[in-house]
């Protein structure tokens, strides 16, 4: 009798041993493509983050921070034969002809949007927004005078509008999105470590806890 039954004792333990090893294994085979993910995106997200961090800072102090407004003027005289091609767009509120373009930016150092123009009577005006600055160029169609101006904040100006996205172009947009996508990798990752030390770490959900009631308080109490 005794040599049957070890078998059927010894089955079931072998079986749940097998099963303990596979969940194991999957534990470490998770924690090591999440420790992967969470490094990656950390470093995809290191610079940017302190950036955001800082500027964050800056944006809630700004009426603090003194600056020092610089403005820059230049003028010009767009050449006659540019003029009246610049004349008949006016006559159909079009876009600034592309050699007129072309000459503001190589004899006036100012690059021009393709599109923007506004149009007044024997005037064309274009905005020229940049982070941290504000400006544009005027041309008279008849005279070709060319007036530029451009008024600049400062630098921490420049850093507070590239956390807003203000007047950044395209490309600073794309950025923003690609950054905030490792962000949320980062976040996400940094949720599974905490739920996989969490056992040994106690401390770990009421420090998370925290993190969400201090701001749901604030926001619900304190913000009006």
């Given at each position: 009798m005794s040599s049957t039954?070890?078998?059927?004792?010894?089955?079931?333990?072998a079986a749940e041993r097998l099963r303990a090893k596979k969940r194991a294994q999957a534990r470490a085979t998770l924690l090591r493509q999440t420790l992967r993910w969470h490094w990656?995106?950390?470093?995809?997200?290191?610079?940017?983050?302190?950036?955001?961090?800082?500027?964050?800072?800056?944006?809630?102090?700004?009426?603090?921070i003194p600056a020092t407004p610089k403005t820059i003027a230049r003028e010009g005289v767009l050449p006659e034969g540019l003029r009246?091609?610049?004349?008949?767009?006016?006559?159909?509120?079009?876009?600034?002809p592309p050699a007129t373009r072309d000459w503001l930016r190589k004899e006036m150092k100012i690059r021009v949007p393709d599109d923007g123009v506004e149009w007044a009577p024997g005037?064309?005006?274009?905005?020229?927004?940049?982070?941290?600055?504000?400006?544009?160029?005027?041309?008279?169609?008849?005279?070709?005078?060319?007036?530029?101006?451009?008024t600049r904040r400062g630098a921490v100006?420049?850093?507070?509008?590239?956390?807003?996205?203000?007047?950044?172009?395209?490309?600073?947009?794309?950025?923003?999105?690609?950054?905030?996508?490792?962000?949320?990798?980062?976040c996400l990752t940094g949720l599974v470590l905490l739920q996989?030390?969490?056992?040994?770490?106690?401390?770990?959900w009421p420090l998370v806890g925290a993190g969400l009631l201090i701001p749901l308080l604030l926001?619900?109490?304190?913000?009006h």
């Open positions: 039954a070890a078998p059927d004792v010894a089955a079931p333990a990656i995106s950390a470093a995809i997200c290191l610079v940017g983050m302190f950036l955001f961090a800082v500027t964050g800072i800056t944006l809630n102090h700004a009426g603090q009246a091609e610049l004349r008949r767009v006016e006559a159909r509120s079009g876009q600034l005037e064309a005006y274009v905005a020229l927004p940049g982070p941290g600055s504000d400006g544009g160029v005027t041309i008279d169609t008849a005279t070709g005078d060319v007036a530029f101006e451009q100006a420049y850093l507070n509008d590239l956390h807003k996205g203000r007047n950044t172009g395209p490309a600073w947009a794309w950025f923003i999105d690609i950054f905030a996508v490792a962000c949320v990798v980062f996989l030390h969490s056992k040994a770490r106690p401390s770990t926001a619900i109490f304190l913000i």
